[in-house]
């Protein structure tokens, strides 16, 4: 079943190429979870269309399915290059080999981000701390956990 899912979902994103897959379940007793993003977000319409071209190509005589399909939360990690680059110019907490940062996501590459922020340093004369703008980069296949920061 999985494969079959998959293969429809693969059509739905041809039909609409700035939504694509974050991630699909399907469980032994058939409760198909897909969750998606989109370049520019996801709609409750975008929802309802991937779920439509998954479900209307299923047999529910021959299989007795339940499908949700969900777009990813403002709380859920990034996983996919798509999702860093759609958030360049927002805050992230990333955690990574190199450490754990957190700042603005400047620019990505096929193999890493940038990120952007600012420290507060001892004064190199005198007594006090100044700020000071730093930028880190850091290989994506040494990121363990990337969250966009909401800030109000």
């Given at each position: 079943?999985?494969?079959?899912?998959?293969?429809?979902?693969?059509k739905?994103?041809?039909?609409?190429?700035?939504?694509?897959?974050?991630?699909?379940?399907?469980?032994?007793?058939?409760?198909?979870?897909?969750?998606?993003?989109?370049?520019?977000?996801?709609?409750?319409?975008?929802?309802?269309?991937?779920?439509?071209?998954?479900?209307?190509?299923?047999?529910?005589?021959?299989?007795?399915?339940s499908?949700?399909?969900?777009?990813?939360g403002?709380?859920?990690?990034?996983?996919?290059?798509?999702?860093?680059?759609?958030?360049?110019?927002?805050?992230?907490?990333?955690?990574?080999?190199?450490?754990?940062y957190?700042?603005?996501?400047?620019?990505?590459?096929?193999?890493?981000?940038?990120?952007?922020?600012?420290?507060?340093?001892?004064?190199?004369?005198?007594?006090?701390?100044?700020?000071?703008?730093?930028?880190?980069t850091?290989?994506?296949?040494?990121?363990?956990?990337?969250?966009?920061?909401?800030?109000?």
């Open positions: 079943m999985r494969d079959i899912v998959s293969d429809l979902l693969d739905a994103f041809e039909e609409r190429p700035d939504l694509f897959l974050i991630d699909l379940e399907v469980t032994p007793d058939l409760q198909i979870r897909v969750t998606i993003d989109g370049d520019q977000g996801v709609t409750v319409q975008d929802c309802i269309d991937v779920s439509r071209a998954v479900e209307h190509n299923l047999d529910r005589e021959n299989d007795d399915f499908l949700e399909v969900l777009s990813a403002v709380s859920e990690p990034l996983t996919r290059q798509r999702q860093y680059k759609k958030n360049i110019g927002r805050t992230i907490k990333v955690v990574s080999a190199q450490g754990d957190e700042g603005v996501l400047e620019k990505m590459t096929e193999a890493d981000i940038t990120l952007a922020f600012t420290v507060r340093e001892k004064k190199p004369v005198g007594k006090g701390y100044v700020k000071v703008d730093k930028e880190v850091l290989p994506i296949d040494q990121i363990t956990k990337a969250i966009v920061m909401i800030k109000f």
